[in-house]
């Protein structure tokens, strides 16, 4: 039973900084991609970021690269977002996913 939980939720002002932390358990971690998707009150939901198994690939939405970074800690099961120079367009609910087959819950982000 593969268990995504989110955290790292939080209000914070245009230009601050936060990271999104995704622990996963019952699965093998360090075997899949992984990657955040984010979706806004009434918009489409969105890829944001994407990593590879091993953490040597990523890419990034054009709307988040150079302000957003996705890392993995493989020994730690854990996916994190590194978000800066954060935007109001940047509020979302955000969602850790295990190899586009698997989600968490959800956690939320508000930029004002």
């Known amino acids: 039973h593969v268990q995504l939980v989110e955290s790292g939720r939080g209000s914070v002002q245009t230009g601050g900084s936060l990271t999104l932390t995704c622990t996963i358990s019952g699965n093998t971690f360090s075997t899949h991609s992984m990657a955040w998707f984010r979706q806004a009150l009434g918009k489409e939901r969105e890829a944001v970021a994407r990593?590879?198994?091993?953490?040597?690939?990523?890419d990034y939405a054009n709307s988040v690269k150079g302000q957003f970074t996705i890392y993995r800690d493989n020994a730690k099961n854990t996916l994190y977002l590194q978000m800066n120079s954060l935007k109001a367009e940047d509020t979302a609910m955000y969602y850790c996913?295990?190899?586009?087959?698997?989600w968490g819950q959800g956690t939320q982000v508000t930029v004002s």
């Open positions: 996913v295990l190899n586009l087959s698997y």
């Open positions: 990593i590879n198994q091993g953490g040597g690939f990523t």
